[in-house]
């Protein structure tokens, strides 16, 4: 789901220009997509949990998750409640070119990001 919310602040962008992060995010398609995710992040964050005694089924595939940076982004989807934080943190993500593309299956090499945001009149843009 983060795919979806990223291209759609990147289709947005593209067909505007630019785009206030808040117009966006309260976007009811968006709004729904964000409760989702944070619903998805409970559960499996839940999951984990329930799991943590158990080393011999979960070991290897605990270090993996933790590794690829997605048990920490659970938790900050979960802890996430306004959809502007959650674009927020979308972004934030993304720009930290060092980890653009970061846990790509594909062993992938990180690109440039393809988004950028400008703070104009305390206003933040895509």
Do not use: W, Y
């Amino acid at each position: 789901m983060c795919f979806v919310v990223f291209d759609h602040f990147r289709f947005q962008a593209t067909t505007s220009g630019q785009v206030r992060l808040r117009a966006v995010m309260e976007e009811p398609f968006l709004v729904n997509a964000c409760a989702q995710m944070r619903r998805a992040s409970l559960a499996f964050l839940a999951h984990m949990e329930a799991a943590s005694g158990n080393d011999a089924v979960l070991g290897t595939a605990r270090q993996t998750l933790q590794k690829l940076g997605l048990i920490e982004l659970a938790k900050t989807l979960a802890a996430t409640e306004k959809p502007i934080d959650l674009g927020q943190e979308i972004l934030r993500r993304h720009l930290r070119v060092q980890r653009v593309q970061e846990g790509k299956f594909d062993g992938g090499l990180p690109k440039g990001p393809g988004v950028r945001v400008d703070q104009i009149m305390g206003a933040r843009r895509v």
